[in-house]
């Protein structure tokens, strides 16, 4: 496609939800990078993938995260008994190769009630 | 570790006024630079970049210049125009592939 595209824009959920971000790169771009912005905030790194090998997962912030792109491609962003601290936007990027030519989505809005 | 501090906001000026937001940086080897808008809905957008010291990145009127001597990148525009309202963030890259982020300027500009 012609951007990063991520869905769902907006979701709310329950708090002990799990809940699944899908990402959608730019056709061919081989990294792949997950942040999460709080409100207010800069974007915060969580993790990166160079293919459907996650190189860096050292942003995570606990177990309850888990990402994966399993064919290089689609990434899915899971977290599962999201809580209200969970409340962010969570924004992908992809690349070519490293950080060059990076572009990134519009973002999820995950709100946790 | 890396960082990147920037001027707090919000920002508010008049149209046609002359724009400066602030950035510092810490970084351990040689960071690229980088500023990125975010404007109301939609995702960020580079404005501008700067790969050594001394580069100036440019783009749409906005200007910053890496400078390593103060550990700087700020940002200027000599004239701005409502369509400029925003989010700005100053960023950098330095030894792997993830962004440090600011957290972030507003700008308003009113007519």
């Known amino acids: 496609g012609a951007g990063v595209s991520q869905s769902p824009r907006y979701k709310v959920a329950k708090r002990g939800q799990d809940v699944a971000l899908r990402c959608d790169p730019i056709?061919?771009?081989?990294?792949l990078f997950w942040y999460q912005q709080a409100l207010g905030q800069g974007p915060e790194f969580l993790t990166y993938?160079?293919?459907?090998?996650?190189?860096?997962k050292s942003g995570l912030p606990s177990d309850r995260f888990f990402a994966e792109r399993p064919e290089g491609s689609v990434s899915t962003l899971k977290i599962q008994r999201t809580q209200q601290e969970d409340s962010a936007v969570y924004l992908c990027a992809s690349s070519p190769k490293g950080y060059y030519g990076y572009t990134f989505g519009s973002g999820t809005r995950l709100t946790v009630v | 570790g890396d960082s990147v501090t920037q001027m707090e906001g919000p920002v508010t000026l008049s149209e046609e006024a002359f724009l400066t937001i602030n950035c510092t940086y810490t970084?351990?080897?040689?960071?690229?630079l980088f500023w990125y808008v975010q404007y109301p809905g939609e995702g960020l957008q580079l404005l501008l970049k700067a790969t050594k010291a001394d580069d100036k990145g440019s783009n749409k009127g906005f200007e910053a210049t890496y400078r390593k001597e103060t550990t700087s990148f700020h940002l200027e525009k000599g004239s701005v125009q409502v369509s400029d309202s925003a989010v700005y963030f100053c960023a950098l890259i330095s030894t792997g592939n993830q962004f440090y982020f600011g957290t972030g300027t507003s700008l308003t500009v009113i007519p």
């Open positions: 970084a351990t080897g040689y960071p690229s």
């Open positions: 056709s061919g771009h081989v990294s």
């Open positions: 993938f160079q293919n459907e090998a996650q190189l860096d």
